[in-house]
């Protein structure tokens, strides 16, 4: 494999896992936040889903961000009578979303990132190693 290959397929690796972490982002600034009115659905939780695709001009397999679901589990509902977007039996309606979860996600998908950032910085030193062996 050459080094320019190398550096596309982590490059791509660095995309998908920027998305997967935007994503992320955003299902932790909406994991406290309600429905705008009783009987409205609040934030639901959005998962990304990768894909692998072709890169013709490189010929290579490079991974980018597929389809973003949304999750289809239960919201978390809690009793607050005097809440705005409370229902008749003063329940509300949170995000199914566990910070815990996006949080543990959120260190899997950084930790991806590096490792794409090591391979090109990695193919990088290789580079210009081969360029100093061929001068010499």
């Not at 543990?104 to 062996?133: C, P, V």
Request: charged share 25%.
């Amino acid at each position: 494999m050459d080094f320019l290959k190398s550096i596309a397929i982590a490059a791509s690796g660095l995309r998908a896992q920027a998305s997967r972490m935007r994503v992320i982002s955003e299902n932790i600034a909406n994991a406290d936040s309600t429905a705008p009115s009783a009987g409205t659905e609040p934030y639901r939780r959005k998962m990304t889903t990768f894909q692998s695709e072709i890169d013709r001009t490189l010929d290579a397999r490079i991974v980018t961000l597929g389809r973003i679901k949304t999750d289809p589990s239960e919201f978390r509902v809690k009793h607050e009578p005097s809440h705005p977007a409370a229902d008749e039996n003063g329940n509300v309606k949170y995000p199914n979303v566990s910070s815990l979860v996006e949080m543990t996600d959120l260190r899997e998908a950084q930790r991806s990132y590096e490792a794409n950032i090591n391979i090109i910085g990695a193919s990088r030193r290789m580079m210009q190693r081969t360029i100093e062996i061929l001068k010499s």
